[in-house]
Structure formats: structure tokens, C-alpha cells
Nanobody, 121 residues
Framework: QVQLVESGGGLVQAGGSLRLSCAAS????????MAWYRQAPGKQRELVAA???????NYADSVKGRFTISRDNTENTVYLQMNSLKPEDTAVYYCNTNTRTGASPYFKPYWGQGTQVTVSS
């Protein structure tokens, strides 16, 4: 019912920047929270950044001051601008939205397929 398509991952040197995008499509009635998570090999998936429909944001301590989350509500798209990247930022990054479809009165989470970010030292 809802598809999330991520783009923008890749290989970058330490200190570099990348911008991730995630576009939601399908039978979308409303999206409240949108977020980015990441999962490094052998580690649990962790929240990187989140943004509400009103624009309030929160970040993991490890990325504060380096990453910026934003969204375009007209395009149902969320972005993650990543600056000053470090090797420890290497992970698969997943987009997550809390979405209400036209067929349901409830919000439920949806996930993207993930995009690899690799930061070389």
C-alpha cells in the first residue's frame, strides 16, 4: 500500500558529505513522523534522526551537529543531509514513516529497502 524508495547512498571519504532521499508513494492519506535509522554489521538498528509533520526534529547524539533531517510534505519525501562523515557512520540507512493509508483510520510504520553508506578513512 505504501512504498518507500531511498536514494543517495554511496562511498565517500571521511569528512565528506552525502544526502539521502526517501520518497513515499501509494495510498497515502497522511504521514506524521518520518525518520532515518541505520544498521551497521553486527549491530542493532538505531535511530539516526526523526522529524514530525510540524517540523520538530530529534537526533542521535552521535550525529548531532553533523546531520540534518528535513522533509517536503507536498512530495511525501524525507531527506538526510550528512556532513563531516566518519568511518563509524558506515551502515545501511533505512527510511521509516508512520503513515495512514486511505483504507485505515490508523497510522502504521513502513520501511524502505535500505541504502548503503560507506565512509572510508
Amino acid at each position: 500500500q505504501v512504498q518507500l524508495v531511498e536514494s543517495g547512498g554511496g562511498l565517500v571519504q571521511a569528512g565528506g558529505s552525502l544526502r539521502l532521499s526517501c520518497a513515499a508513494s501509494g495510498s497515502i492519506f497522511s504521514i506524521n513522523a518520518m525518520a532515518w535509522y541505520r544498521q551497521a554489521p553486527g549491530k542493532q538498528r538505531e535511530l539516526v534522526a526523526a522529524i514530525t509533520s510540524g517540523g520538530s526534529t530529534n537526533y542521535a547524539d552521535s550525529v548531532k551537529g553533523r546531520f540534518t533531517i528535513s522533509r517536503d510534505n507536498t512530495e511525501n519525501t524525507v531527506y538526510l543531509q550528512m556532513n563531516s562523515l566518519k568511518p563509524e557512520d558506515t551502515a545501511v540507512y533505512y527510511c521509516n514513516t508512520n503513515t495512514r493509508t486511505g483504507a485505515s483510520p490508523y497510522f502504521k510504520p513502513y520501511w524502505g529497502q535500505g541504502t548503503q553508506v560507506t565512509v572510508s578513512s
